[in-house]
């Protein structure tokens, strides 16, 4: 079988993961009778120190319901060039919500400058849309956003009477890489925030599901958003099963996905015309001169190694891949290089 490193949302369940959602107790979510999906939420919610939390099918309408539940129509939200609900979500803030993004260019570290989000917030004025929210992501491109940061841009945030929402897709990525306890660390990071989403189905392995955290009220308002957005889920505890299992079981774990990513990277040193990104967790980046990307994804991949990218090559290491199917993965790599 193939190595596949295209994304951490390849993982199949494993088996304990499956046996877990067998037996999970189920009712109608959208009577709010299922306990295993209550279970997840009182959990989730405690783990990141907010007062409610709402499963969600995706991370993509997570953050949805976030922006439309803390942004009106013709509200405005700042968010990174790079950041995956401006960037890759569809345009669904604009298009769903009539939310204007105010994007900045992302620092070579993933933050947006606090000079540049100072700047960017408009001034009640009628020419302007009204600037609402700061939306920040970490881990952003497998970098993390340092602690000092997020209490600044949060800080500044809130000063200037801006709500603030961290997509968290791979948040635990980001606290298992500060060291020591992860769970206080996403604790840490979460507090800085009004509401965070968290993506189940990344690193932590399971086939499907997010959550979003926040204040009771916000969540009554993001739990409206999901409803009318066809989020409305109904024996959803054998999903919420398997994000319970993964939060009792592949946490701390992620710390082995961050050495593999880290042995892929010392593997694919000192190649000409192949520059190796340093990876902070999971997700790897490989500059590759023109020479060396002609055609490389298709050879990878006949070579059994599956990766995204064509100058920049993006290889994710997660629950599927060993250390040893790494050293494989090394090999085929340099003589694909
Ligand atoms: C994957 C991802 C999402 C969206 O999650 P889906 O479940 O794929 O919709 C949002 N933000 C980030 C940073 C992600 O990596």
Redesign the pocket.
Known sequence: MAIDLRSD?VTRPTPAMRAAMAAAEVGDDVFGDDPTVNALQDRIASMLGKEAALFMP????S?LCALMSHCARGDEYIVGQQA??YR??GGGAAVLGSIQPQPLNNQADGTLALADIEAAIKPDDAHFARTRLLAL?DT?GGQVLPLAYLRDATALARRRGLATHL?G??LFNAAVAAGGDAVANARMISDTFDSV?V?F??GLGAPVG?ALAGSKELIARAHRHRKMLGGGLRQAGILAAAALHALDHHVDRLAEDHANAKRLAEGLQGLPGVTVMPPQTNILFVDLAPEKAQGIVERLSAAGVLCTGLYRLRLVTHLDVSAAEIDVAVRALRAAL
């Open positions: 949302t995706s991370g993509t309408q953050n995956h609900t890759y979500e992501e952003i997509d897709a791979r989403s993506c189905s990344k997010s």
